[in-house]
């Protein structure tokens, strides 16, 4: 292993670890025990391993559940319905958002054959409720800054948006360093978009 590929793992631990103090902190719309159980709905749903023991609201359990295990049957009119029963469009970002980074996370774990993290315990505080300028429904089910797309699904909560960045540079590429068509992070960047397009292809996948 040489020193790239030995910087390349500690910039992905140092990410989760980052990662793991924002899953455990109070965010934009979830405090920090409900973002936690979110995560923790999430695992066992991917496992089918529920304890039911949760402390969540009803559609809030619900949307966890579907956004971890069914994500490819959620449309517009199911996101709505959960509008309807009390999980506003913002916190479903949040929401989706926790799920997403704690897939790619715990993927990357199952990848290179070690078991996944136990999930933080959670931290007192309560929800900043920060709204951001300018988020709306542009060509998207939830509210984003400009026309929603895959670099700003999450850029209706700031905080999320940030995290879904570092989580991007650290197991893939950077914004800056996707403009590199050169770059090595252990793998080339020929091997990096080879692996890339296959998983992507894999997953149904094709942004």
């Not at 292993?1 to 990410?15: K, L, N, P, Y």
């Not at 995560?39 to 009803?58: F, I, M, N, P």
């Not at 996370?105 to 136990?118: Q, S």
Request: glycine fraction near 8%; charged fraction near 25%; proline fraction near 4%.
């Amino acid at each position: 292993m040489d020193d790239r590929q030995i910087s390349t793992r500690q910039q992905i631990e140092a990410m989760v670890d980052n990662q793991w103090q924002r899953l455990a902190r109070a965010g934009t719309w979830f405090s920090g025990q409900e973002r936690v159980e979110i995560a923790k709905v999430a695992r066992e749903a991917q496992s089918h391993d529920e304890s039911g023991l949760y402390v969540l609201t009803e559609v809030a359990t619900e949307a966890a559940k579907k956004i971890a295990t069914e994500a490819h049957t959620i449309d517009q009119q199911w996101v709505e319905e959960c509008g309807e029963r009390g999980l506003a469009l913002l916190p479903m970002v949040e929401l989706t958002a926790i799920i997403a980074q704690l897939s790619a996370i715990d993927t990357y774990y199952v990848g290179v054959g070690v078991t996944p993290r136990n999930l933080p315990e959670p931290q007192p505080g309560e929800p900043s409720q920060e709204e951001v300028k300018g988020a709306k429904l542009m060509r998207g089910w939830l509210p984003t800054r400009g026309v929603a797309g895959a670099p700003n699904c999450f850029s209706g909560v700031a905080a999320e948006a940030d995290a879904l960045h570092e989580i991007h540079g650290a197991l893939y590429l950077s914004m800056p360093e996707m403009m590199d068509m050169n770059i090595t992070k252990g793998l080339h960047r020929s091997q990096i978009e080879l692996l890339a397009a296959r998983t992507s292809n894999y997953n149904d996948c094709f942004y």
